[in-house]
């Protein structure tokens, strides 16, 4: 089946999850879009009264459009069930994200939140994450600083770039994207990179997600 296909199908799924009255974490890529349309067209057909907290400003667009009520992280106390994409999933549910730049927000929702749920389309489960890439956010004051720093450990950093310009996060942010291949410890990575001065958070997403829906040519499978 067609990827854009799978990732409507998991979309769709996903928003079967969420009852009325919840307080629910809205992720962002092209997956989770389609899990945001399919919420909006729940919202409007069913009455379904739910409050969204978004993790990018692309994604409080799109749900406000389809008439969904948006709150600021700190205006809730908590968040049900966090709905998101990922990259890369491994067996053991480690996970990359950041492919659309907004794993700061990602994180902060998914930390906020009681239930975590991916939905990704079956091309993302890997054996060992690490092809993707890891996506790092860095402040841009001294950035150059930590891009070489990256290079002299073998990261092979590369400027995520928006045209001719750096990329910049929903916070103003740089994203490095620095590539190592399949890792082998990821929490030791992980601990590295947000070691680093200058580094915001990275899109390691380790220990941070209950259930995985896999989207299947044979239909929506869900990993626990
Ligand atoms: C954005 C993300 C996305 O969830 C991830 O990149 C997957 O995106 P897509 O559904 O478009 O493949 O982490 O920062």
Excluded at 47 to 69: D, F, H
Excluded at 139 to 150: L, R, T, Y
Excluded at 207 to 216: A, F, H, K, Q, S
Aim: overall charge negative; glycine content about 12%; proline content about 3%.
């Amino acid at each position: 089946m067609d990827q854009n296909k799978l990732k409507a199908q998991v979309g769709k799924e996903a928003v079967k999850y969420i009852d009325d009255g919840m307080i629910v974490g809205l992720g962002t890529g092209s997956t989770v879009r389609y899990m945001v349309d399919a919420l909006g067209e729940r919202v409007q057909k069913e009455g379904l009264n739910i409050v969204g907290v978004t993790t990018s400003n692309r994604t409080t667009k799109q749900a406000e459009s389809l008439g969904i009520t948006i709150k600021d992280i700190d205006d809730v106390d908590h968040i049900d069930v966090c709905i998101d994409g990922a990259d890369e999933v491994d067996d053991d549910f480690n996970g990359i994200k950041g492919g659309g730049g907004a794993l700061l927000w990602e994180k902060i929702v998914n930390n906020a939140s009681t239930k975590k749920i991916w939905i990704v389309d079956q091309s993302k489960l890997v054996p060992r994450i690490g092809d993707f890439g890891v996506p790092v956010e860095v402040i841009p004051f001294g950035a150059q600083h930590v891009f070489n720093a990256f290079e002299k450990k073998g990261y092979n950093p590369q400027w995520r770039m928006d045209g001719d310009q750096k990329y910049r996060t929903d916070e103003n942010n740089f994203i490095i994207d620095i590539k190592v291949g399949q890792i082998q410890d990821p929490h030791a990575l992980a601990e590295d990179l947000i070691h680093t001065v200058g580094v915001v958070e990275h899109g390691l997403f380790l220990n941070r997600v209950d259930d995985v829906i896999v989207g299947r040519d044979n239909g929506p499978e869900v990993l626990h």
